[in-house]
């Protein structure tokens, strides 16, 4: 059955940086493409960031130069570095594969403020 796990999010001051980590228990973790999510109270769900299985990577305009994707291959384990917070950020953060799959996980949740 697949499974993602994600861990990481609290409470953090806008400017502050938070890294957000997300086990996916799938065989073909090494060839999909994987994506954070993030959904905020009342708003639909939305892509922030993907990352190729070989790396490249892309970013929501609102996060450019603020978060940064990576992943662990044999770790199954992609990640979500956010620096330089904003209150705007605060959210659900969920990974998840490209298209993604209907099996979500609990996701983590992020909040920014002073």
């Known amino acids: 059955q697949v499974q993602l796990v994600e861990s990481g999010g609290g409470l953090v001051q806008p400017g502050g940086s938070l890294g957000l980590s997300c086990i996916a228990s799938?065989?073909?973790?090494?060839?999909?493409?994987m994506g954070w999510y993030r959904q905020a109270p009342g708003k639909q769900r939305d892509l922030v960031a993907t990352i190729t299985s070989a790396g490249r990577t892309n970013y929501a305009d609102s996060m450019k130069g603020r978060f940064t994707i990576s992943r662990d291959n044999a770790k199954n384990t992609v990640y979500l570095q956010m620096d330089n917070v904003k209150p705007e950020d605060t959210a659900v953060y969920y990974c998840?594969?490209?298209?993604?799959?209907?099996?979500w996980g609990q996701g983590t949740q992020v909040t920014v403020s002073s």
């Open positions: 799938i065989s073909i973790f090494r060839t999909s493409t």
């Open positions: 998840n594969r490209l298209p993604p799959m209907p099996n």
